[in-house]
């Protein structure tokens, strides 16, 4: 799951390649704040390593240098 914008996904829900799944969420953050993203996952004493590769490779393109 992925958030990006509609400009840049429009081509891709038209074609089907890509499914809308929460229609009616927006974003909306003030300029100075800090936008958060959340991992979600059914929940284990530890997640599946593939779980935690794609968590680790969030948070290192995601963090702003």
């Known amino acids: 799951m992925l958030l990006l914008s509609d400009c840049m996904v429009k081509g891709y829900v038209e074609d089907q390649q890509l499914v809308v799944v929460l229609p ?5 953050y003030a300029r100075h704040s800090r936008l958060q993203i959340f991992a979600i996952y059914k929940s284990s004493q530890y997640p599946k390593p593939h779980i935690r590769v ?5 948070v290192e393109k995601l963090i702003i240098k």
């Open 24 to 28: 009616s969420w927006k974003v909306s």
């Open 54 to 58: 794609f968590i680790d490779f969030l």
